[in-house]
């Protein structure tokens, strides 16, 4: 998963994605938070739980490698 920031932070992407596989599949995908009604909070909480858990672990890979590198 990419993009995850820029739907948190509303903000540019971060990021460049590379695929050196030729086989690659994108899907992209765009949430008008706006018109969602109640019905759908419960997804959209469990959206938001599944990024924040894919962004710490991201960080503690991150962190793994900083530490490495000291």
Do not use: H, W
């Not at 909480?45 to 530490?67: G, P």
């Amino acid at each position: 998963m990419f993009g995850e920031m820029t739907f948190v932070t509303k903000k540019s992407r971060s990021a460049t994605i590379l695929s050196n596989d030729n086989m690659t599949v994108l899907l992209s995908f765009e949430i008008d938070e706006d018109k969602c009604s109640e019905i759908y909070a419960y997804p959209f909480m469990q959206l938001y739980k599944n990024i924040s858990l894919d962004l710490a672990k991201k960080i503690e890979k991150t962190n793994k490698k900083v530490r490495n590198i000291s």
